[in-house]
Structure formats: C-alpha cells, structure tokens
C-alpha cells in the first residue's frame, strides 16, 4: 500500500491524472475497464497469491485494450516473466524494477515512452540476457558497440539517449542502427516497425 500510495502521489506531482488506485489483480482489472488509462502501472505480484497475478493481469490488459499501455515493476530481475510481457509486441509495454523508482526523472521519462507506444526494460534485465545470447547466432554478425547500442533499445532508448550514454554523435549512432538492421536482416517496409523487430530479435535469440 505505501509504496502504491508513494508512486500515485509522485505521478500527481509530475503532472499526471491517477484515476484509480487497485490493491489486487482483479480489482485492477476492473478499474483499467472502467477508465481505459492511457498507461498501467502494475506490481507483477499481487494478492491473494503474491506471485503472477500482476503479470496475468498485465496481459490482459494488452489483449483485451491495445490503447492502454502497461508498465510492470518487479522486486527482482525476473527475465521469462519480461519476455512474457513482451511476447507478440513490445510496443507500449515496460518492465522496471522497483529500484527505478528513486530515479524519478527517469521513472517518469518510462512512463511517458511507455505511454507513447514505445518500450521500456530494465538495463539489469538487460544486462543478463546480454550475457546469456553473447554467442546466440543471430547476434554474432554483431560488432561490440553494434551490441551495445542494441542492448539500449532494448532498454528503449531514443537514438538521442543512445549518443549520450556512449558519448558519441546521434549520426554515428543511426549509422549503427542502420547496419544492425542488415545484419539482423530487417529491410524497410511500411508495415513493420524496425526497431521493434530488432529489439524482439535480441531477446528471444
């Protein structure tokens, strides 16, 4: 409850409309029914059972309301649940540990990508399944900083956030993008979205 009451209050004082507050999963989907908020903040372990109830709950939600996007916080790094969450599209969804939570600005940076269709992952969850797919086939064509920049949309980064973090130009960054998407063998088309796709290729390698 305090740490449900603690985000809702930060969300206000950033702006936000919090329409509704849940404490368990079927309340939460009732709500999200109810007000179709254009973003749902989801704890994946909900009463009565405390295990997947937030998750199950989570899908759902992106089954039954497309237009509402879905930011899940985990205590722990659990990596088959994020691909669960992110299974058929990444699109709008984000999973985040609740650590996050203390870096507001970033915390709230989630929300507002999450909301605009992008996609949010914890750079911890990252980090793992960067280490588990180092070899995975579809990575090895991949130079070392190509990796990289792939590994930070994974974590859905802008191209811009991209150029920041490695400390080069947002020119060089596209030039790595574009040649990921060769190599990853993802043409241009009008009814794909690139980056989703390489994003989607990186995690289920």
């Known amino acids: 409850m305090l740490l449900r ?29 109810a007000h179709k908020p254009d973003v749902a903040i989801v704890d994946i372990k ?3 059972s405390h295990t997947d109830e937030g998750l199950r709950a989570a899908q759902s939600i992106r089954a039954e309301l497309p237009d509402t996007a879905v930011l899940v916080l985990s205590q722990y ?13 990444a699109e709008g969804v984000g999973y985040l540990l609740k650590d996050r939570i203390a870096d507001v600005e970033r915390f709230i940076d ?3 990508r999450v909301a605009d269709g992008g996609s949010v992952l914890d750079p911890e969850v990252v980090s793992q399944m960067l280490g588990r797919h180092r ?14 920049v792939l590994a930070l949309m994974a974590e859905g980064r802008s191209n811009h956030a991209i150029a920041a973090e490695l400390v080069i ?5 596209e030039k790595h993008v574009t040649s990921i ?16 796709l390489a994003v989607l290729t990186y995690l289920q390698a």
Do not use: N
């Open 77 to 89: 790094v659990e990596e088959d649940y994020a691909l669960d969450l992110l299974a058929g599209s």
């Open 5 to 33: 009451e603690g985000v809702a209050r930060l969300l206000e004082d950033s702006g936000f409309e919090v329409v509704g507050r849940a404490g368990d999963a079927e309340d939460l989907l009732r709500k999200v029914r």
């Open 169 to 173: 130009t947002e020119r060089a960054v």
């Open 110 to 112: 989630s929300i507002r």
């Open 46 to 48: 909900m009463p009565p």
């Open 181 to 196: 998407f060769a190599k990853l063998d993802l043409p241009a088309t009008v009814d794909d979205h690139r980056r989703v």
């Open 135 to 148: 070899v995975d086939r579809p990575l090895e064509a991949l130079t070392p900083r190509e990796s990289k």
